[in-house]
């Protein structure tokens, strides 16, 4: 716990200090760090969290020059609700916030693929039961199937999962700050 902390804090200034630096988009991570390098919070974390969290401040900062502005999911930005900008500081209650939504996104995620593995084995055990005399001829696999049917193509709980996984992963990018 205590070594947790002591990382958590080590990040923290190493953010700190990132966010002192003058960043736009165009920044790249071999010119800021020859700029960090003699710092103690740039030296206390190992290259490559350093460089993992140069990228998470790097898509704020991209997001925050985006046309949008990116005033909702900005990282970047004054903290009183007004437009974020290029090389503002970093606003440490917004990584926090994200850090929120996506323990909230990751459990959102568990659930889902709990209900989905449900499915999937309540589909193998209507595939396994043995045929009942209904003079349909429909197996219990054709069944699955057809309530399964969305529309014309027909959603397969393998090809929903996958989707579900790409879906989660698109909407809740990892942060990598824990």
Known sequence: AEAAAAREAEERAFLELLARQPLTPESVWPHVRAALADEPAYQALDPARRRELFAVVMRGVAEAASPLGGASTSALGSSDGGEPRPGAPLDLSRIETLRQE?????????????KLREMERLMRERETRPKTGGGGGASASAAATKELKVGKPT????????????????????????
């Open 155 to 178: 959603v397969r709980p393998a090809s929903v999962f996958a989707s579900a996984a790409l879906f989660c992963q698109a909407v809740s990018p990892p942060l990598l700050l824990s």
């Open 102 to 114: 996506q323990a909230r996104l990751r459990a959102e995620y568990g659930e889902m693929e709990r």
